[in-house]
């Protein structure tokens, strides 16, 4: 393993998937200005997620739609027959 490309500044941080509300603790570098208070009654920062394996249908087994962004919309839209 090479010395001094990894970083030192690792701390405890709450990923939390913004589609189903699941949260788990972790350890990041990842910067973030919100917090939040986990189940053991502490303050951690929080990174926000998309999705995480609870709720990617490649893990869940369901067939399920996940449209954050309207992405779907914007497809049919743009490439629309006419």
Known sequence: MKQGIHPENYRTVVFKDMSNGHQFLSRSTAPSK???V????KEY????LEISNTSHPFY??????????GRIDKFNKRYKKN
């Open 45 to 48: 920062p929080v990174i926000k």
């Open 60 to 69: 869940t087994g369901k067939n399920v739609l996940v449209d954050t962004a």
């Open 34 to 36: 919100e917090t939040v």
């Open 38 to 41: 986990f189940e053991d009654g």
